[in-house]
């Protein structure tokens, strides 16, 4: 009699064990499968949010996709479409984070490229509102705007030794031609304020870095300009002379082509 009840307790205990890890792996099933197709519906949620050009609330879409599925089957997609959604939305400092923390989280992606070249398109297209041509200039504000300017050049040049080939390398380089002619302007600019109060040191400074860095802007032949210029009045005659030899030059083959 003791075996037999010591049995019925063994086979009862036995019962509620598997009806337990059944429950449980039910539970578990269903769990997984909500959270699927919750991550689904916040992935689906984005891409209608980025065809109808909706772009800051795609980013905000993606954004909760990556906080709450760090690990899903989106999180890759929605890290590279996240810059795409901040550069539209011209949340330009966001992209170039984004393809920063994307380049480094997936270095070997088959789209890299183009986080490379959002990162360099974020920082040309936050620039442009700098070069204003009626602004005043003060030294500390030309400093930092020229820098933030010249990184952007920068980034995009980066992209282009990696990417020669890739398809928006066209594009990136009419970007760099035009921004490449707006720093060397802004140089001249600041080059003529520095003339006009006679700091002919820090005017050949501009000036040098015109010709040294953006040898193919529009703007060397008057960066050599402002050189003689300077060395006149610093009463440095050999340079002056040399100088309008390399500026009669230019003008000679400038001609010839």
């Known amino acids: 009699m003791q075996t037999r009840n010591r049995l019925h307790f063994i086979f009862n205990l036995l019962f509620l064990l598997i009806l337990m ?45 990556e906080a709450r599925y760090p690990f899903g089957r989106f999180a890759t997609q929605a890290q590279s479409e996240l810059i795409y959604a901040y550069f539209k939305s011209a949340n330009y400092e966001a992209a170039i984070s984004a393809a920063d923390r994307f380049i480094s989280l997936h270095p070997n992606h088959p789209n890299i490229d183009y986080a490379y070249y959002l990162k360099g398109m974020s920082g040309y297209t936050a620039d442009m509102s700098i070069f204003n041509p009626n602004m005043i200039l003060e ?12 990184k952007s050049f920068s980034d995009l040049s980066d992209f282009l030794l990696r990417f020669p080939d890739s398809d928006f390398a066209d594009q990136a380089r009419q970007r760099m031609v035009f921004l490449r002619n707006l720093i060397a302007k802004k140089e001249i600019y600041v080059a003529t304020f520095y003339i006009e109060r006679k700091a002919f040191v820090a005017a050949l400074n501009r000036a040098n870095y015109v010709i040294e860095h953006l040898p193919n802007s529009s703007q060397v032949e008057q960066a050599l300009e402002i050189k003689i210029e300077a060395y006149k009045e610093l009463n440095q005659t050999d340079l002056a002379n040399i100088t309008q030899d390399l500026l009669d030059a230019f003008k000679e083959k400038k001609i010839k082509s």
């Open 139 to 150: 030294d500390a504000a030309s400093k930092r705007d020229l820098n933030q300017a010249k």
């Open 21 to 65: 890890v059944l429950t449980a792996s039910c539970a578990n099933k269903e769990e997984t499968i909500e959270r699927v197709l919750l991550e689904k519906e916040l992935f689906d949620q984005a891409q209608n949010r980025l065809r109808s050009g909706n772009f800051a609330a795609a980013a905000m879409s993606l954004e909760m996709l």
